[in-house]
């Protein structure tokens, strides 16, 4: 099984913050931004509540969305 060291831990909590909050600036539901990323919005809430890591892909198309480049989610605000 994989478990992550700290670093990784604390990348996962600040990408998950960073894109919730990007969803509720953009005022999108999660149901709204799932469809417009052809996801769930049970990936969205799982994501946001830091239960599901992201794929390289999936951070792509999220800051594609919100207009921001990705290194953006890395980021503490």
Known sequence: MYSMDNEEIKYHD????NIKKLRTSAKYSQ??????LSCS???ISRV??????????????IANLFNVNPS????LS
């Open 14 to 17: 600040i990408i998950s913050k």
């Open 41 to 43: 919005r049970e990936f």
């Open 31 to 36: 149901e709204e931004m799932a469809e417009k």
């Open 72 to 75: 953006s989610l890395f980021k």
């Open 48 to 61: 946001e509540n830091r239960k599901e890591k992201i794929s390289l892909n999936m951070l792509l198309k």
